[in-house]
């Protein structure tokens, strides 16, 4: 049969095209290829530090699986050969239209006869441009193949073939969720497009013919390409179609990769939450990933991470899996590293427990001590009674213990805090009060759950749950003096930083600057920590440990004078760890990251701020007859000071002027005897506010002093309260029930 000429045949095709081009309107040829690349978004978010440094890569886009926009200068000279030989060998040499392969495939597609497609690079890329354009499941239209013909010669006229090709390798779609080369080649290979060797550029170009063939069809088609590029070579088809079945099933390009895996999503998460995008144009350069800077220093996460999963790694045998760490800049606020798991040592690597809640433990000691010693309810060398109490609650009666089980007898509150004894602490809530110490911990940034009320006097004892990031900042709250400021992670414009709200000051300057005098007196934690203590440091610190009930959680939080440094470890799951003490769980990675940032770095004492007083003070002898303490300069809030603390005024608040007041038992107390405890061994303790005060038990005096303890027998009482003048200034009606058999000489 006889065929028209080739030359007749192209020029109806154009007569053609052209008369439908001028009916329809500018597609793809619109657009220019700077916009084009500027469109370009990759599917990650680069998280940087204060200096630029990557930090993390994290996927943002679970559409697609993009990378970084690749200019063809960087796409390997074997890549760009296999695509055109695959894809459109006369590529250089038409206009967007190959019609010699038109005419090809029409006559095929004639005589039945398989054919190479006619469809060209830069008719794909229109294609891949204009969404009217795209292909369906069941392929394209024939007014859809007319419009991309139309869109490819526009494209031609106003774009170069090289800004075509390297458009076209960066928006291809190749297997799966993979678009573009840069995704592909490091999801595939490994590598960058810059380093593709041939084997590998001719399963990248089989893969843009057949994306999710299975693999040997996709080796059927490399092995062709492999024979185009290099012709006349042996080409070993069953070693390639090995290496490409490893291939397809690679996933080297990992959704999140980095050192700071949950900083990196918290940055993420708190610019969508104020209204900007993951990739904000004006912190994306054309075709390049968008960039978020954070206020985290690099060189400190690395060290951090590395210190953090290091130690737990010593405390495997312990029963310890899980750690997280959070460094602030006292000034500013923003966060210097953010370590929010042990990452592979954890069984729970996603959770963040830089943020997530736990029980604080004597950690929030601290922030209790600043209150009462601001509300003149203490001074840092008021006496407090060590020893067994038990406290009249709604619920019954509670009954603190000491970590060692063990009491130390009257000590001041500078040893009752350095030494982070429990039931002084549980004492000073009693002053304070649990609603009182509850506002006072929400407003230096500890959203507490539920009311003072709902916690207790367990509260001293860190009974709520608060995340590490809020404790730490409330930490830096007093190294900065009582004045509150949020931390901070996203690095903020310099417009921002002028417009930053002044700090609050939420806790008095003076009791601030006593507690961490206190926190940073090894002397003073000799009694529980030792003198050769971790905590002690080369350069001036203050640090408080704590450890939650059951050994679920255990911390160490501190300062210096320019940094607060967090840490916590533990498990994510709850379970409790295996003798791990405030000294050899948190604390050592506490000093060693304190160490790392004082290198070469002074950190010295603050100045005390006005209104305090150091004066001498000494301690009156205890039952031994020796001075409880020994005589030191102790600070003062300016008219609290007083030269000797005594037996006779433990538990009483210095330089107070509140009236004489029973604060335990309360009023309407029911006391449940024991049956399994002997009758002598059971006692129920009273205290008191006040100078110069005296306990009567049913009209009989019982006891001098703020506290007393009392041999209780069946029946209704009445405590009353009786200053020095012999005047009962309080009384509380009280009740006991039990055994009915006390020994007779309880009563005399």
Not at 54 to 73: E, I, K
Not at 151 to 156: K, N, P, R
Not at 376 to 395: E, F, G, H, P
Not at 644 to 651: K, Q, R, S
């Amino acid at each position: 049969m006889h065929r028209p000429p080739f030359s007749a045949s192209r020029s109806c095709l154009a007569a053609t095209l052209a008369a439908i081009a001028c009916a329809l309107p500018a597609l793809a040829g619109a657009v220019s290829f700077d916009e084009v690349k500027r469109e370009f978004r990759p599917s990650d978010t680069a998280v940087l530090d204060r200096n630029g440094e990557l930090l993390q890569r994290v996927r943002t886009d679970a559409s697609v699986r993009r990378g970084q926009w690749v200019a063809l200068a960087d796409v390997s000279p074997a890549l760009r050969m296999a695509m055109v030989l695959s894809e459109d060998r006369r590529f250089y040499e038409h206009s967007g239209i190959d019609w010699r392969a038109v005419s090809s495939a029409a006559w095929g597609n004639l005589w039945n006869t398989r054919t190479r497609g006619a469809s060209t690079i830069t008719m794909q890329l229109s294609g891949l441009l204009d969404e009217d354009l795209r292909r369906a499941n069941s392929g394209r239209s024939f007014t859809q193949k007319i419009g991309q013909s139309v869109a490819a010669t526009q494209l031609e006229r106003s774009w170069r073939k090289d800004q075509i090709l390297e458009a076209y390798l960066n928006t291809v779609p190749f297997r799966g969720e993979i678009v573009g080369i840069d995704a592909l080649s490091r999801t595939l290979f490994g590598k960058a497009p810059s380093g593709l060797d041939a084997r590998e550029a001719s399963v990248a170009a089989a893969l843009v013919r057949a994306p999710n063939a299975k693999p040997a069809l996709v080796a059927q088609r490399a092995c062709e390409v492999m024979r185009a590029m290099e012709p006349g070579q042996k080409i070993d088809c069953d070693a390639l179609d090995m290496f490409t079945s490893a291939a397809v099933q690679r996933r080297a390009f990992d959704a999140t990769e980095g050192i700071a895996p949950h900083a990196a999503r918290r940055v993420l998460k708190e610019l969508r939450e104020a209204g900007e995008t993951a990739a904000p144009p004006a912190r994306q350069a054309a075709g390049r990933e968008a960039a978020v800077r954070t206020t985290l220093r690099a060189p400190l996460q690395r060290f951090a991470l590395a210190t953090l999963q290091r130690h737990l790694k010593e405390l495997r045998g312990r029963h310890v899996e899980d750690g997280a760490l959070v460094v602030l800049d006292n000034a500013s606020g923003e966060v210097l590293a953010w370590v929010g798991s042990s990452g592979p040592l954890s069984q729970a690597a996603e959770v963040d427990a830089v943020t997530a809640l736990r029980q604080p433990g004597s950690t929030l000691k601290p922030l209790l001590y600043a209150q009462a010693i601001a509300e003149r309810r203490l001074t840092a060398a008021s006496l407090i009674d060590d020893s067994s109490a038990q406290i009249s609650t709604a619920s019954g009666l509670y009954i603190p213990q000491n970590y060692d089980r063990q009491f130390k007898g009257p000590v001041s509150a500078r040893t009752a805090l350095a030494a982070s004894l429990n039931v002084p602490a549980v004492r000073t809530l009693v002053m304070v009060s649990p609603e009182s110490f509850a506002r006072q911990l929400r407003a230096a940034g500890l959203p507490l759950r539920e009311s003072g009320d709902y916690y207790g006097y367990s509260l001293a004892l860190g009974s709520a749950e608060v995340s590490l990031l809020s404790l730490a900042n409330a930490y830096r709250t007093l190294a900065n003096g009582g004045r509150y400021g949020p931390p901070t992670l996203a690095a903020p414009a310099p417009a921002a930083k002028d417009k930053a709200a002044a700090p609050a000051t939420v806790i008095d300057p003076r009791a601030a600057f006593i507690v961490g005098d206190i926190l940073s007196d090894t002397n003073a934690r000799t009694r529980t920590f030792g003198l050769d203590s971790i905590l002690s440091t080369r350069f001036w610190t203050a640090v408080k440990t704590g450890t939650s009930k059951d050994m679920r959680d255990n911390w160490a939080v501190g300062w210096s004078q320019r940094y607060t440094v967090g840490v916590w470890v533990g498990n994510a799951s709850g379970a409790s760890m295996w003798d791990v003490s405030g000294t050899s769980g948190a604390a050592p990675v506490w000093a060693e990251v304190m160490r790392f940032l004082h290198a070469r770095e002074p950190s010295r004492a603050p100045r005390p701020p006005a209104g305090l007083v150091e004066a001498q003070v000494t301690f009156g002898p205890g039952a031994d007859g020796s001075a409880l303490e020994a005589a030191r300069s102790e600070w003062f809030l300016q008219g609290t000071e007083q030269p000797l603390f005594a037996l006779d005024n433990v538990g009483t608040p210095a330089g107070a002027a509140a009236a004489p007041r029973i604060t335990a038992p309360s009023d309407g107390t029911i006391i449940a005897l024991d049956p399994d405890i002997p009758p002598l061994h059971q006692r129920v303790r009273f205290e008191a506010e006040g100078r110069g005060v005296q306990w009567r038990i049913d009209g009989k005096h019982f006891a001098r002093g703020n506290s007393a303890q009392w041999l209780p027998w069946p029946g209704r009482h009445v405590i009353e309260l009786v200053d020095a003048t012999g005047k009962v200034v309080d009384q509380r009606k009280l009740e006991v029930r039990g055994a009915g058999v006390v020994a007779k000489s309880a009563r005399r």
